[in-house]
């Protein structure tokens, strides 16, 4: 009886999700089709020089009011960038609106890279959480807070892979690793978007740069790239793919060259592939001035060459230049551009601002901005910070220090220095908002315990007169943290170091401090992954905290004091020096790899030689063939012991899926994160395969001494690959591997049939 009263209330729910569900179906539905007749209704009645521009987006920096009125009101210009604060955009927006003929609302858009007044820790320091769920939650709160100054738009997530830490804009993406890049991009568009889009809230995110930008030669920025088709596919495109299939609004072509071809005037990547096979029906953007970059490049004769160039790829919007607004026309004139590509381009604007609601709304509510820098922003950024940070080295648990600790002294410049902890691309954020670690240290123990001391002003500074005062703090302290790394601007757009060691004289002066043989922990701030082997060496224990934003310092406290344990894990490959780049986890295996016996350290070789080869292998002479640290490495206060991988088969079928089963237990006395980490190795393709890939990872939390069942499903799609002509899934052997990090792990093994 009971039974069957079940089974009926389970009918009844049953069809009651179906109605629901195809009714929000139709709904949608419908809400396409009336953004689509009204997107083409308005089209119908615009003129060309209102169609171009709506194409057209500036940074009125140089205008005066009046003249920014004025463009707004012939409609010159469909978007702005760099403007914000709601008085001003919301008189802007009125004249769009009552002013202008067709009564298009302007779109604004801004870059707000990893918040907007409430900083987080730079993307790649995010990435180092491997936690997508806090990472969503913080581009929210960006949102929120961007959205309360008219921000509708921003030019997030950078997605950009990069094998090189020289590059400056490393600190904007995700690092090395397609996987994990491509499950942060997921977690970021839907953080900055949304549930819908026309909450005033919902800002539109704009997965840039497309593409490549990443593999600039040397490192320096905006410059060449070579990339070959399968890397492009299986390593480049992979986070752009999955901000596409998270419905990023935008996309942003690039600055760099692509195999002789500049990303702004890219037919392959940008009508090929983003429209033909990805089906991409958002709108895309030029990054700054880049369609007139083509000039430089080499590709374009002049401005009018270069906008027909871009409008023929596929760019919707110039950014910055103008050379649509210059030539659009004549080159329609001419026959040389038909006025589909521009009602395309067109159409793919206007839908962008009606699916934010802009034409219902365009105007920001004056209460909304009361939000910004709410506690509990504030707090979230303290957890990310907290998870973002990765415990290197940590000798003899020379951490957590006690909070009865009698003594410490703080050193370093970057102890104290509000606007460096916040990172590169922080417009709004400011370092009157930040909590160092200097405050948040002494609010932990109290002002008498802090022994403060910079030794340095600054992280270049190369004078030592701050030593002897830094050295007189330790020594009468009990133990000495050392605050290292990089001001802020040593990373960013435009700013690739050659070296990538501390700059300054901070070696030396940790040098210094580590003859007096007490308690040494150094905690690296940085923008990018540093070549710190020496520091290492020096210290009892390193924690690497990238830069952590607003809350940097209170999240540090947290971590060497022991609230919580570290939990980061490298989202990127540390090398020993430059010379190592590139050096990422995945490369192939090459015919003659490295190891420990075939290495010839170059200290060992003899001085009187005969013609030889040293070992015959892959490796450099004076690095060896690791690097200092691999990539998802991190350790923890606590140990972690892997035991009992099981796969639900050793064979699968190439449409099948494995369920891979492991148990972690945390060994130790107190409760901490792991981040599991699941690689695979394909042993032979019909192009070489790389020696590991990630393929799937989980935080997980673990009480002392609990034990924790972790499961991963492994569907063979994940095993597809880009071979040169297609993509395949193809038979055979498999390693697969589930650890810690990328160098250590259990092993089994599974073949496709
Ligand atoms: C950068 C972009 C940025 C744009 C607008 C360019 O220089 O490459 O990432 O979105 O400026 O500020």
């Given at each position: 009886m009971y039974c069957q009263f079940a089974k009926r209330t389970l009918f009844v729910i049953f069809i009651f999700l179906v109605v629901l569900f195809t009714s929000s179906c139709k709904q949608t539905e419908s809400n396409q089709n009336d953004i689509e007749s009204r997107v083409n209704n308005l089209l119908s009645e615009m003129t060309l020089e209102e169609k171009i521009g709506q194409m057209s987006q500036i940074d009125p920096g140089y205008l005066s009011d009046d003249q920014m009125n004025q463009t707004v009101r012939e409609g010159k210009y469909g978007s702005f960038l760099n403007i914000f604060g709601v008085e001003k955009i919301n008189a802007l927006q009125k004249i769009a609106m009552e002013e202008s003929r067709l009564k298009i609302p302007l779109i604004i858009g801004r870059d707000v890279i990893h918040g907007y007044r409430t900083i987080f820790p730079i993307p790649l320091g995010m990435a180092a959480t491997w936690n997508p769920q806090i990472v969503k939650k913080a581009f929210r709160i960006s949102s929120v807070e961007a959205s309360s100054q008219g921000i509708r738009w921003t030019f997030a997530p950078m997605i950009d892979i990069t094998?090189?830490?020289?590059?400056?804009?490393?600190?904007?993406g995700c690092g090395e690793d397609p996987y994990l890049a491509s499950a942060l991009a997921k977690a970021m568009v839907e953080g900055i978007q949304g549930d819908d889009l026309t909450d005033p809230t919902a800002v539109a995110a704009c997965a840039k740069h497309f593409v490549g930008y990443g593999f600039a030669e040397g490192g320096r920025d905006y410059n060449t790239t070579y990339i070959s088709e399968p890397v492009l596919r299986n390593v480049v495109l992979k986070p752009f793919k999955a901000a596409k299939d998270a419905g990023a609004l935008t996309f942003m072509s690039a600055f760099n060259d692509l195999n002789g071809v500049p990303t702004s005037g890219n037919e392959f990547t940008l009508r090929q592939i983003l429209r033909d096979e990805w089906h991409y029906e958002g709108m895309v953007v030029s990054d700054w001035a880049s369609v007139t970059e083509m000039i430089s490049h080499g590709y374009c004769a002049n401005e009018k060459e270069a906008a027909l160039k871009a409008i023929t790829a596929g760019v919707d919007m110039e950014m910055s230049s103008t050379s649509y607004m210059n030539h659009l026309k004549s080159l329609i004139d001419e026959g040389k551009v038909n006025l589909t590509l521009i009602d395309e381009a067109v159409k793919n604007i206007l839908r962008l601002k009606f699916k934010l609601g802009l034409f219902e709304n365009p105007y920001v509510?004056?209460?909304?901005?009361?939000?910004?820098?709410a506690p509990e922003f504030l707090d979230h950024a303290r957890t990310v910070a907290r998870q973002s940070a990765v415990l290197l080295k940590n000798e003899l648990n020379t951490l957590p220090l006690s909070s009865d600790i009698s003594s410490v002294a703080i050193i370093g410049?970057?102890?104290?220095a509000p606007r460096d902890q916040l990172g590169t691309w922080v417009f709004d954020g400011k370092a009157e908002n930040s909590v160092t670690p200097l405050t948040a240290i002494k609010e932990v123990l109290g002002n008498a315990k802090v022994n403060y001391a910079a030794g340095m002003t600054y992280s270049r500074d190369k004078s030592k007169t701050g030593f002897a005062g830094a050295i007189a703090a330790a020594k009468k302290s009990q133990a000495i943290l050392f605050f290292a790394g990089e001001e802020w601007i040593l990373s960013g757009e435009g700013q690739s170091r050659g070296e990538i060691n501390l700059p300054g004289v901070q070696e030396e002066l940790i040098e210094e401090l580590a003859k007096l043989g007490k308690p040494l922990v150094v905690v690296v701030m940085a923008g990018r992954p540093l070549a710190i082997g020496n520091v290492v060496e020096q210290s009892n224990a390193l924690l690497y905290a990238f830069h952590g934003g607003s809350m940097a310092g209170p999240a540090l406290a947290d971590l060497i004091f022991g609230k919580e344990s570290p939990s980061g894990k490298l989202p990127v490959t540390f090398v020993k020096g430059s010379g190592q780049i590139p050096f990422y986890y995945y490369h192939n295996n090459t015919g003659r790899p490295a190891n420990t016996k075939s290495w010839t350290p170059i200290d060992s070789i003899p001085v009187i030689n005969s013609q030889a080869s040293l070992g015959y292998k892959s490796f450099h002479l004076d690095y060896g063939f690791t690097p200092l640290f691999p990539f998802g490495y991190g350790l923890s206060y606590t140990t972690f012991k892997y035991s009992n991988l099981i796969l639900s088969s050793t064979e699968m079928a190439s449409n099948g899926n494995l369920t891979i089963k492991v148990s972690v237990l945390n060994d130790g006395d107190i409760d901490a994160d792991e981040i599991v980490q699941l690689y695979i190795r394909d042993r032979v393709g019909s192009i070489t395969r790389p020696v590991k890939e990630l393929k799937g990872f989980k935080r997980i939390h673990l009480k002392s001494r609990e034990t924790v069942g972790v499961t991963f499903e492994l569907p063979a799609s994940e095993l597809e690959f880009f071979n040169g002509k297609e993509n395949v899934i193809e038979s055979g052997e498999f390693d697969l591997w589930i650890g810690p990090?990328?160098?250590e792990g259990l092993h089994s093994e599974f073949s496709i049939k």
């Open positions: 094998w090189d830490p020289r590059w400056g804009r490393i600190a904007e509510n004056p209460e909304a901005e009361k939000q910004i820098l410049p970057l102890a104290d990090n990328s160098d």
